[in-house]
């Protein structure tokens, strides 16, 4: 397994080894120990799996209270993942990651508390997996607008997205409830 760290340097790539043979593949998509040595040391307490078509845009979410650590990976198809950073006093405060993961490349991001985070499917449909560091709370959900101009996300779109109606009146990053 390979941990790297990204453009904003919490947030980290795992490209886990994969061994194949003419019955399949096998990984580890996590594991504590080599987690822990790479400096992450994360209690998941929750699983969430989506199923999305093409075009659909979940994001970008995250909690004010109760902020989630989120590692994440795609186990059909294809999405365009993005994470923003939301912590004041970061030197990447309001700059962005974003990037390619599938079910081809096996690539795993891991995002730390204090972002919010996106994804739009890319191929026909879309298969997410993601483990969180705490349990989701509706009355401190929250959710970024996918597409201000101020964070600059280039999103690979096919058309206009699918938006679920609180993604779609998402708050602005300049009126959002941001972390210390």
């Excluded at 004041?88 to 405060?93: A, C, D, G, I």
């Excluded at 607008?145 to 779609?168: E, F, Q, S, V, Y």
């Amino acid at each position: 397994m390979r941990i790297t760290p990204t453009s904003i340097p919490d947030v980290k790539l795992i490209e886990p080894s994969v061994f194949g043979d003419a019955r399949g593949f096998f990984f580890e998509s996590w594991n504590r120990r080599d987690f822990e040595a790479a400096g992450l040391a994360a209690d998941f307490v929750q699983d969430n799996h989506s199923r999305s078509a093409r075009n659909v845009l979940r994001g970008l979410h995250y909690q004010i209270e109760h902020a989630q650590g989120k590692l994440v990976r795609v186990i059909a198809g294809e999405v365009f993942d993005v994470a923003v950073d939301l912590r004041k006093r970061s030197p990447t405060f309001g700059q962005h990651v974003a990037m390619t993961l599938s079910e081809s490349d096996k690539r795993i991001l891991w995002i730390p508390p204090g972002f919010a985070h996106g994804f739009l499917v890319v191929s026909e449909t879309a298969e997410f997996l993601y483990k969180t560091t705490d349990y989701w709370y509706q009355a401190h959900d929250r959710t970024l607008l996918w597409n201000d101009p101020a964070l600059g996300i280039a999103w690979p779109l096919d058309g206009a997205p699918t938006l679920a109606a609180k993604d779609a009146a998402g708050t602005p990053f300049a009126d959002a409830a941001l972390y210390a």
